[in-house]
């Protein structure tokens, strides 16, 4: 059974930074596809970043490029989210989640949050101007 659960989520001002970690468990390392999301008041929910768990190709949305940066480590069955140069519309509940893909090293995961599977909780990340 697949399992997600976030941390990391606090509270910084604009321009400041935070690590979002996901541990994950009954996903191993091949075949899924990983994916930061995330969802302010009133919004859809949005893809922000997403890993191939085997090959580490990455995808990200245009508003964080340059400033997110997702990674994995596979001995620790753990995903990050590592953003810099936080923004008051970064501000938005982020959630970890995973699907079970075939992907080349050439493909990408999607951003398209119906695509995915399994969902974490969610962590909060507000950011104050």
């Known amino acids: 059974q697949v399992q997600l659960v976030e941390s990391g989520g606090g509270s910084v001002e604009a321009g400041g930074s935070l690590r979002l970690s996901c541990a994950t468990s009954?996903?191993?390392?091949?075949?899924?596809?990983m994916g930061w999301f995330r969802q302010a008041p009133g919004k859809e929910r949005e893809g922000v970043a997403s890993?191939?768990?085997?090959?580490?190709?990455?995808l990200s949305v245009d508003s964080v490029k340059g400033r997110f940066t997702i990674s994995r480590d596979n001995t620790k069955n753990t995903l990050y989210l590592q953003m810099n140069s936080l923004k008051p519309e970064d501000t938005a509940m982020y959630y970890c989640?995973?699907?079970?893909?075939?992907?080349?090293?050439?493909?990408?995961?999607?951003?398209?949050?119906?695509?995915?599977?399994?969902w974490g909780q969610g962590t909060q990340v507000t950011v104050s101007s």
């Open positions: 009954g996903t191993g390392y091949r075949n899924y596809c």
């Open positions: 890993i191939q768990m085997y090959y580490g190709r990455t």
């Open positions: 989640a995973a699907t079970y893909s075939t992907y080349s090293s050439s493909s990408f995961c999607s951003l398209t949050s119906t695509l995915y599977d399994y």
